[in-house]
């Protein structure tokens, strides 16, 4: 058998295959296309074309497909084989140059937010050679961007490669006031952290709500549930085990570098952790994992749940997002350093996501904005909706110290003179981690807790390149000016904290205190919906920073402000008519029947003489009666609603009638039929509940 090392990558056309394969020039010529972003021409685009067929058809693959990621929230593939006519007339096994970089999938189908008309269906896709090609079961997968006709970005990658560009632009000017003339390019990594429910796959299937929706829309509570806190890192089951192992290899074939795992805190509950990649990387990484997640789930009779909150009454789930800054000569530029030059430099560019995030909050919250995510969100096991950064106590006194001039004890009690005197030499916990925080400094990155465990994490860390971008912008436009580097550092570092330290929260943030203070005293923003937080993507300074760093067009920002607050409305008009049908179909005929019963046993009773009570028959049927009675006007209230949001037709409109109307509507369905299920015998209730789902792995 294979050890790690000998199979790890073993389906990845990375740079150890082309070196291989490649003659030199093509390889040097493909390796500045993906380090520096030049230009392939088609010839070498051939080369590398039929060194990828070859390389593929000897592992097996007999298609092709341009892997991308349209708005719609998942990945998408069109396949084509390699075979084309020999002259003999039997075939051969070809990809051409023009194949390699672009294709033409039908683009009819898939959101635009008004970018074409529905008839237009041309669309393009293009290799992204940073983002190495892989074989998925018998198809070689070609990461690409997509595209309308007009040129428009149809993807997530699109926008996410610009923004890793504008910060790139951004950060080198930064670098060389600093006299470093050797960087020629900045990247951002990121590390995202994937927590997942495992269920058993028979009790899935019948359960409409997590067929139709992901998560249950119903569900009492059961007696146990995370209370005892005996399943975080607690021992893995055999047959979690069993999954995890298979999972670890096929992401390890892929190139994935699934590094941690362990039980999470709720029953059922589990995390993967990677080792940090390039961001578009990352991306591509996470999208992959979360499909291959869900397909060996199912060879283990297991369902891969990443509903941000499938089960009300435990922990919901997440994507910590740890996110770094580094340079291609290996430096981190969130790393403190030794040296009075290191130090300056570090606390720059430190200021700078300060003042990004403080800036540009709702666009990190909007990010994240889901159905499944308004669920998760301050609720008491993830961040609030409320943007604050934890910094820890080390680097809040340093920073304090800068701010009032004053001595700070770590550095031999001088006062910080940045550029000149040393700061002390930070290490990398110098603080405990802040589980609260929803963007907290972590030693030499920040973790964004915020992401939903269903989201690509393309649209959180397009927002923080393109506000960290913007910030560093200000701060070398300053600098570049400055007839005095060393004096305007100083003060410039010192003006961006005092300006944005609003931001800055060390403490508990899901103490309702803090939400009053942060909201009242501090003028931070609680955007608690998808429909309180998506508009503030069109709103000027947002459309002007975006569009100003050609991460977005103003059409795209309009296009994707149309498209996810559709996505918004569908999601929950789906839940809505789940849950009415359930009622319906399901719960209501169980609670009759049992009340039925009841009824029936109470009668036969009083049959055998008056001296036979009935008390426990008599007062269940009544209230159970009663209930029905509830749960059929309440699933009528909510099929009311839904009528009236289909009649409503505009977007943004609806999503504000979801919030206000459509919702709470449900969550009174869900009470009464939650309370039923605890009365009702358990022979009667038509699906499987908590206790099944969350302890029957």
């Not at 030049?38 to 497909?65: I, K, P, Q, R, Y």
């Not at 896709?125 to 074989?135: E, L, N, V």
């Not at 939650?674 to 009365?679: Q, V, Y």
Request: hydrophobic share 40%.
């Amino acid at each position: 058998m294979s050890t790690v090392p000998e199979f790890f990558a073993s389906k990845v056309f990375d740079d150890k295959v082309m070196r291989a394969r490649l003659p030199e020039k093509v390889y040097r010529s493909l390796r500045k296309t993906i380090d520096n972003g030049e230009t392939l021409d088609l010839n070498l685009a051939n080369s590398v074309a039929e060194a990828m067929c070859a390389w593929a058809v000897e592992n097996g693959a007999t298609h092709f497909t341009h892997w991308f990621q349209p708005l719609t929230g998942i990945t998408a593939e069109k396949h084509d084989s390699f075979i084309n006519p020999a002259p003999d007339g039997r075939v051969i096994m070809e990809l051409t140059g023009k194949e390699l970089i672009k294709g033409e999938p039908d683009a009819s189908s898939f959101p635009s937010g008004g970018l074409r008309a529905t008839f237009e269906a041309r669309g393009y896709t293009a290799w992204d050679p940073s983002s190495y090609a892989f074989i998925k079961e018998k198809t070689l997968c070609i990461p690409t961007a997509f595209c309308s006709y007009g040129g428009e970005a149809l993807d997530k990658k699109t926008p996410l490669l610009r923004s890793m560009d504008a910060l790139n632009r951004q950060a080198l000017r930064i670098l060389k006031l600093f006299g470093n003339t050797e960087v020629k390019r900045v990247v951002t990594n990121v590390g995202p952290e994937q927590e997942y429910f495992l269920v058993d796959r028979e009790m899935y299937l019948k359960r409409k709500d997590l067929i139709y929706t992901g998560r249950t829309l119903f569900g009492a509570k059961p007696p146990k549930g995370q209370e005892l806190e005996d399943h975080y890192f607690g021992a893995i089951k055999p047959r979690v085990q069993a999954y995890m192992e298979e999972l670890n290899e096929e992401l390890w074939k892929l190139g994935i570098l699934a590094k941690t795992e362990h039980n999470e805190v709720a029953p059922a509950q589990h995390e993967l952790a990677p080792i940090y990649a390039t961001t578009n990387v990352a991306t591509d990484h996470n999208q992959l994992t979360m499909e291959i997640m869900k397909k060996v789930a199912r060879k283990h009779g297991l369902v891969c749940l990443l509903h941000e909150k499938p089960f009300a009454g435990v922990n919901g789930s997440g994507k910590h997002n740890n996110w770094s800054m580094s340079t291609d000569t290996g430096e981190n530029l969130l790393s403190p350093g030794e040296t009075p030059y290191e130090n300056a430099r570090f606390l720059l560019f430190l200021v700078a996501v300060v003042k990004a995030v403080d800036e540009y909050q709702d666009l990190l919250r909007l990010a994240v904005a889901t159905a499944g995510n308004d669920h998760r969100l301050g609720a008491n096991e993830a961040p609030p909706a409320v943007l604050s950064m934890f910094l820890g106590d080390e680097l809040a006194a340093v920073l304090d110290a800068v701010e009032t001039d004053s001595p700070y004890a770590g550095a031999e009690r001088k006062t910080l003179k940045l550029g000149v005197d040393s700061l002390p030499r930070f290490t990398r916990d110098t603080t405990d981690r802040n589980r609260t925080s929803p963007f907290a400094f972590t030693g030499n990155k920040f973790e964004f807790r915020m992401v939903g465990s269903s989201d690509s994490i393309a649209c959180a860390n397009i927002m923080i390149n393109a506000s960290v971008a913007e910030a560093l912008r200000q701060l070398a436009d300053d600098l570049e000016g400055a007839a005095d580097f060393d004096e305007r550092l100083h003060a410039l570092i010192k003006e961006t904290y005092i300006a944005h330290k609003r931001i800055i929260f060390n403490g508990n943030g899901y103490d309702d205190a803090w939400i009053k203070e942060a909201t009242e005293q501090r003028g931070l923003l609680n955007l608690r919906t998808v429909a309180d937080a998506l508009p503030r993507l069109l709103e000027q300074k947002n459309v002007e920073m975006l569009t100003s760093h050609g991460i977005f067009s103003e059409t795209e920002l309009k296009s994707r402000y149309e498209i996810q607050l559709e996505n918004y409305v569908r999601t929950v008009r789906i839940e809505a008519l789940t849950m009415a049908d359930m009622a319906r179909k399901e719960i209501i005929p169980a609670m009759a029947a049992f009340a039925a019963s009841l009824a029936e046993g109470a009668a036969k009773k009083l049959a055998v003489g008056t001296d036979v009570g009935c008390r426990y028959e008599t007062k269940l049927v009544k209230k159970l009666s009663c209930l029905t009675d509830t749960a059929d006007a309440a699933a009528e209230e909510v099929e009311k609603t839904v009528t009236t949001l289909d009649a409503l037709g505009d977007v943004t409109e609806e999503s504000r009638f979801v919030r206000d109307e459509v919702l709470p509507k449900m969550a009174a369905l869900r009470a009464v039929c939650d309370e039923a299920e605890t009365l009702t015998a358990a022979s009667y209730w038509p699906f499987p509940t908590y206790g099944d789902l969350l302890f029957g792995v």
